[in-house]
């Protein structure tokens, strides 16, 4: 298992429960404090119990961050792969990439809200046939990244939540970021079989950046975690008002650390 030298520490904002401009105004100040990148997610209504709040589309939006941010990373936290044609997908995200200046990472998963596909039209099959979808659109998106005029401003950063056997082996196969809900001895022990999977496709697993999702103190929880190799490290805020306070607290212990790793 890897230490990373380097950490980045990155932050949600869901588009729902708050007016865009609130939400374009909080993904101006997380990109101003110096977040590495800054995700939304793919869903069509509010996560949580109460699902009748305010909610806007994914990928819309991700275009009009490109433009309203200017350093940060922007992707989806993730992007469900049975909403889109996998095609279109790629073509969409290479658009994408070219609006913020060669920004974005692409983030896929299988997804996991049933009623929620439901209710859009979309078919939702068993965990097993989602994973199945879920390589069968990454190698679709690898394949149809290489037949676009123009591609993506660089190799596009792919990043792949997965938490199962099956699908971490399309992490090792695909992946240049993998995220994981694991915490702590899960997180290492799915760290370690991810590493199995890549000794046999004989990749090296340091090529593949470990995110989890995060809160709390960072000098205690983010070096806990960073010692176990995750080396992205992503806060949650929440609607409306978007409250960015652990997200300096965050930045300031990424900063400390990445510092004392610049002089050794």
């Given at each position: 298992?890897?230490?990373?030298?380097?950490?980045?520490?990155?932050?949600?904002?869901?588009?729902?429960?708050?007016?865009?401009?609130?939400?374009?105004?909080?993904?101006?100040?997380?990109?101003?404090?110096?977040?590495?990148?800054?995700?939304?997610?793919?869903?069509?209504?509010?996560?949580?119990?109460?699902?009748?709040?305010?909610?806007?589309?994914?990928?819309?939006?991700?275009?009009?961050?490109?433009?309203?941010?200017?350093?940060?990373?922007?992707?989806?936290?993730?992007?469900?792969?049975?909403?889109?044609?996998?095609?279109?997908?790629?073509?969409?995200?290479?658009?994408?990439?070219?609006?913020?200046?060669?920004?974005?990472?692409?983030?896929?998963?299988?997804?996991?809200?049933?009623?929620?596909?439901k209710e859009y039209?979309?078919?939702?099959?068993?965990?097993?046939?989602?994973?199945?979808?879920?390589?069968?659109?990454?190698?679709?998106?690898?394949?149809?990244?290489?037949?676009?005029?123009?591609?993506?401003?660089?190799?596009?950063?792919?990043?792949?939540?997965?938490?199962?056997?099956?699908?971490?082996?399309?992490?090792?196969?695909?992946?240049?970021?993998?995220?994981?809900?694991?915490?702590d001895d899960a997180?290492?022990?799915?760290?370690?079989?991810?590493?199995?999977?890549?000794?046999?496709?004989?990749?090296?697993?340091?090529?593949?950046?470990?995110?989890?999702?995060?809160?709390?103190?960072?000098?205690?929880?983010?070096?806990?975690?960073?010692?176990?190799?995750?080396?992205?490290?992503?806060?949650?805020?929440?609607?409306?008002?978007?409250?960015?306070?652990?997200?300096?607290?965050?930045?300031?212990?990424?900063?400390?650390?990445?510092?004392?790793?610049?002089?050794?």
């Amino acid at each position: 298992m890897t230490t990373p030298a380097r950490i980045r520490v990155a932050i949600q904002i869901p588009p729902s429960r708050a007016d865009y401009a609130a939400i374009r105004r909080a993904a101006a100040q997380a990109d101003a404090l110096g977040a590495d990148a800054i995700f939304n997610w793919d869903h069509f209504f509010p996560l949580g119990k109460d699902t009748s709040g305010k909610h806007f589309e994914c990928w819309t939006m991700l275009g009009a961050w490109a433009e309203s941010t200017s350093h940060a990373a922007i992707g989806a936290l993730v992007s469900c792969v049975a909403y889109r044609n996998p095609d279109l997908l790629a073509d969409m995200a290479r658009t994408v990439d070219h609006v913020s200046d060669g920004r974005l990472i692409l983030g896929l998963g299988a997804g996991f809200r049933e009623w929620e596909a439901k209710e859009y039209g979309f078919e939702f099959g068993s965990p097993a046939q989602r994973v199945q979808q879920l390589g069968e659109a990454l190698h679709r998106i690898e394949r149809r990244m290489t037949l676009l005029n123009p591609g993506p401003v660089r190799k596009l950063p792919i990043l792949v939540a997965a938490d199962g056997a099956k699908a971490l082996r399309l992490v090792a196969r695909y992946a240049d970021i993998w995220q994981t809900f694991a915490e702590d001895d899960a997180f290492s022990e799915k760290s370690r079989l991810l590493d199995s999977y890549c000794d046999q496709l004989q990749r090296d697993p340091a090529t593949i950046e470990r995110a989890v999702f995060v809160d709390g103190d960072p000098w205690t929880v983010g070096t806990r975690l960073r010692e176990r190799g995750a080396g992205m490290f992503t806060l949650m805020t929440r609607g409306p008002d978007f409250n960015l306070d652990g997200l300096r607290r965050w930045l300031a212990w990424r900063d400390e650390h990445n510092a004392q790793a610049s002089r050794s």
